[in-house]
């Protein structure tokens, strides 16, 4: 069974930092991707960032760009999402969700993903 556990939210002040953790079991594929996507409460799912299992390459969206970093633990099966200079924009329940042997995967749409996590809400505020 497929398990995606997502932590590390919490409360942070504008410009503070938070590192959410996704941490993976039971998926067996060894290339997949892994995404990060983020849902403030009237507004649809977007998803920020993805990074590939295959060679590591990470992509991100124009909203996050220069203020996010992905990067993943190979030994724990977990990912981490490294968020600075948070803005009051940034608020959301973010979650964790990955694909795999599929080419035909777009990093940031929902539906190309097979397994998600609960989420973790982030809150900015001063």
């Known amino acids: 069974q497929v398990q995606l556990v997502e932590s590390g939210g919490g409360l942070v002040q504008p410009g503070g930092s938070l590192r959410l953790s996704c941490a993976i079991s039971?998926?067996?594929?060894?290339?997949?991707?892994i995404g990060w996507f983020r849902q403030a409460p009237g507004k649809e799912r977007e998803g920020i960032s993805c990074?590939?299992?295959?060679?590591?390459?990470?992509w991100y969206a124009d909203s996050v760009q220069g203020r996010l970093a992905l990067s993943r633990d190979t030994a724990k099966d977990t990912a981490y999402l490294q968020m600075n200079s948070l803005k009051p924009e940034d608020p959301a329940v973010y979650y964790c969700?990955?694909?795999?042997?599929?080419?035909?995967?777009?990093?940031?749409?929902?539906?190309?993903?097979?397994?998600w996590g609960q989420g973790t809400q982030v809150t900015v505020s001063s």
């Open positions: 969700a990955v694909v795999g042997g599929r080419a035909d995967y777009n990093c940031y749409d929902p539906d190309s993903y097979d397994y």
């Open positions: 039971g998926f067996t594929l060894k290339h997949y991707v």
């Open positions: 990074i590939s299992t295959t060679d590591d390459s990470t």
